[in-house]
């Protein structure tokens, strides 16, 4: 199992980049895929996170309504959509996944970065203003 993340790089704030992470190997569903972040000097922070196979989304309540997690199951692909981004969304941004059947599903929500089997190496998000 491998995670790689993409579409990383330096930004103006308000524009809206997305994020993608491929995600091999999975076949069983309702299991959590996250995104999380870390700023310089921050402690990493769970982003939004999604069940796959249902579709059920979790978000960060500092991004709530700006940003976009999203599946593609077909192409075992998991985004993040960032629109309207601020230099306080600067950071390094993971996926991680966990191939273990959640229920219920709000733990997705809640589920910390330790907690995931499978996590990625990252991808750097800079905002400038």
């Known amino acids: 199992v491998q995670l790689v993340e993409s579409g990383g790089g330096s930004v103006q704030a308000g524009m809206s980049p997305t994020l993608s992470c491929v995600a091999s190997g999975f076949a069983d569903s309702n299991y959590c895929l996250g995104w999380f972040r870390q700023a310089p000097g921050k402690e990493r922070e769970g982003v939004a996170s999604?069940?796959?196979?249902?579709?059920?989304?979790f978000y960060a309540d500092s991004v709530k309504g700006r940003f976009t997690v999203a599946q593609d199951s077909a192409k075992n692909t998991l985004s993040l959509r960032m629109n309207s981004l601020k230099p306080e969304d600067t950071g390094m941004y993971y996926c991680a996944a966990d191939p273990v059947v959640v229920t219920p599903g709000w733990i997705c929500g809640r589920k910390p970065w330790d907690s995931y089997k499978y996590r990625g190496q990252g991808t750097q998000v800079t905002v400038s203003s």
């Open positions: 999604i069940i796959f196979g249902s579709g059920q989304t």
